[in-house]
């Protein structure tokens, strides 16, 4: 919906297709397009069909994640430009491959990330960067929204609306249930990634925007798991999702450690106390004190100072007129969060959930091996202690998690350091005929 509002807002620009495999949905969004742009665009289901038309200059992408690569290769592959929603890829053979078919044929490609045109986030960036507050040692970054548990929903016919085939797209072929059309496929692992590639690539990408010239990690590590409500005599029960609603991963970048924090039972009281807020956000802590919410504190310090002024080859801006802007200009070293850049953030989320799928339960009462002996490391693993225990009433003493063992990564080559395991994750097993190609 906000694609549309965006686009079709603009008097230089004209939305001419929708494109859904779910024809229920199209009435509603022609009806938008009508009122924001005045024309009556075609509906279809299948891209392909719309990728066809010559007349077509650009495609914005807001499907569901398993989708948003093979939607941006095909339609630079055909010549069109793109600006595709977070996470630019599903997994990181993904998006290293969308950015050579950017490249290749010259297309802009401009991700959902759009915290890149915000004045702030420029500022705190710059002023890392400048050097004035010393070095910086963790980046950290929060994306805890209520996640709570989406129950179970039984197997059956598509709704004959659906193209269900086209809505599997690169995914296996499976069974239809109510929980992955049109929002919950988030916490399925063959359709999304959870919440660190939801709201938490956001997070991320500002995490790694901070750390000057940051590209890969050299190692990652990843605990946590997926509990949901409880009733009081009960302890937590599972549900449908697949993907953990509370992890914390740590990524090394030598003299900096980026950290992720996702707390989801958060956002209402299920047990006496007050209810675990949630917290989106990022932070900074450098050599000299910290920067949050926009300001620098001193070491030891609650008395916040603005940030310099600092200059930056980056203006803030919408980044849906950014986009626009750039393919007119034909320049993609002006929009405001690049496919590069894009896949680099989003394959930071993909190498926390290669380190968490690949962990084992081990006892709630053990310490988290391979975490970093770091104190804003150690918080985020008391926090998810704390979390627990007021939200569903689990003290993990007497429980389990997952924890993944610390995997070394090769940023230049964009592989694991002795785990074929963990290299097997790094792409997936695609359905024919939508197949992300390995040849560019």
Same mark, same amino acid.
């Given at each position: 919906a906000s694609h549309i509002d965006a686009f079709a807002s603009m008097k230089d620009v004209e939305v001419t297709y929708l494109i859904d495999p779910d024809s229920r949905i199209h009435e509603r969004r022609v009806k938008q397009v009508q009122a924001k742009g005045g024309n009556t665009p075609k509906c279809v289901q299948d891209i392909r069909q719309a990728l066809e038309d010559k007349n077509l200059d650009a495609v914005s992408v807001a499907t569901c994640n398993h989708?948003?690569?093979?939607?941006?290769?095909?339609?630079?592959?055909?010549?069109?430009?793109?600006?595709?929603?977070?996470?630019?890829?599903?997994?990181?053979?993904?998006?290293?491959?969308?950015?050579?078919?950017?490249r290749k044929n010259d297309c802009i490609v401009q991700h959902g990330t759009q915290s890149r045109g915000d004045g702030r986030w420029i500022r705190t960036v710059a002023a890392i960067a400048s050097g004035k507050y010393g070095k910086l040692l963790v980046s950290k970054a929060y994306a805890s929204k209520p996640r709570w548990s989406i129950g179970f929903k039984e197997t059956k016919e598509p709704p004959k609306e659906l193209d269900f085939n086209i809505w599997l797209g690169p995914a296996q072929e499976q069974p239809y249930h109510e929980n992955i059309v049109h929002y919950n496929w988030h916490w399925f692992w063959d359709f999304g990634n959870g919440e660190i590639g939801n709201q938490g690539v956001h997070q991320m990408d500002i995490a790694r925007w901070g750390i000057p010239g940051a590209t890969l990690p050299k190692s990652v590590v990843s605990m946590g798991g997926r509990w949901v409500d409880s009733a009081k005599d009960k302890p937590p029960y599972t549900d449908q999702?697949?993907?953990?609603?509370?992890?914390?991963?740590?990524?090394?970048?030598?003299?900096? $450690?980026?950290?992720?924090?996702?707390?989801? %039972? #958060?956002?209402?009281?299920?047990?006496?106390?007050?209810?675990f807020p949630p917290k989106v956000d990022n932070e900074f802590y450098l050599e000299e004190g910290r920067i949050i919410g926009g300001k620098f504190f001193p070491k030891d310090s609650d008395?916040?100072?603005?940030?310099?002024?600092?200059?930056?080859?980056?203006?803030?801006?919408?980044?849906?007129?950014?986009?626009?802007?750039?393919?007119?200009?034909?320049?993609?070293?002006?929009?405001?969060?690049?496919? $590069?850049?894009?896949?680099?953030?989003?394959? %930071? #989320?993909?190498?926390?959930n290669i380190a968490y799928r690949l962990g084992k339960q081990v006892p709630g009462s053990s310490a988290a091996e391979g975490f970093p002996k770091n104190p804003h490391a150690q918080e985020s693993l008391d926090k998810l202690r704390a979390n627990l225990k007021e939200a569903v009433g689990l003290d993990l003493d007497t429980a389990s998690y997952q924890l993944g063992a610390k995997l070394d990564f090769d940023p230049a080559a964009e592989k694991f350091v002795g785990s074929d395991d963990a290299n097997a994750l790094l792409t997936r097993k695609y359905r024919e005929p939508f197949v992300v190609p390995a040849v560019v």
């Open positions: 989708w948003h690569a093979l939607i941006t290769f095909w339609a630079c592959q055909a010549g069109k430009d793109v600006y595709v929603e977070k996470p630019c890829s599903h997994n990181v053979f993904e998006g290293r491959q969308c950015v050579s078919m950017a999702g697949q993907t953990p609603n509370m992890q914390v991963t740590v990524f090394d970048f030598g003299e900096t $450690l980026l950290v992720y924090e996702v707390l989801g %039972l #958060c956002g209402k009281s299920v047990v006496d106390g007050k209810p008395q916040g100072e603005s940030l310099p002024e600092v200059e930056s080859n980056k203006a803030p801006g919408d980044v849906f007129r950014n986009f626009i802007n750039c393919m007119r200009s034909r320049n993609h070293e002006q929009l405001h969060a690049d496919i $590069l850049d894009a896949h680099y953030s989003s394959a %930071l #989320c993909h190498l926390g």
